[in-house]
């Protein structure tokens, strides 16, 4: 018997509330029975979700609700450090971040629908 693991989609948001560069959507995901605050931004035309928590301390990033970006709408940034981190990989680019990156979360974007891709139970078959 081989054991797979269950994938499931969870609705985040409709696409269309994602705008280049521009506010993000948050929601909560579930780490190891604990629920965490996440959020999920468009960028160079793809969706990208990460933990909405800066990686030098663990405080969340927006400095209004669902703003996450710069002024330019180039960077992620943290209101609270000022750390900067690229949109796309979540990879720290400047300030207390230290090399140390986002946590990013698989997402999809499907039928005009933003999806969170979850690991489920496993499956023996």
Known sequence: MVADTVLNHR?????????????????????HGVSEPAFVV?????????LNRCAHVPVEMDWQEGEFFDHSGLYLICATHGALYAPESGRCLGGRCNGKGLAALSVIENDGQILLIEEGRERVG
């Open 11 to 31: 609705l985040i948001c409709a696409g269309n509330e994602l705008v280049e560069g521009g506010r993000g959507v948050r929601f909560t995901v579930d780490c």
């Open 42 to 50: 468009r960028f160079q035309g793809r969706v990208h979700a990460y």
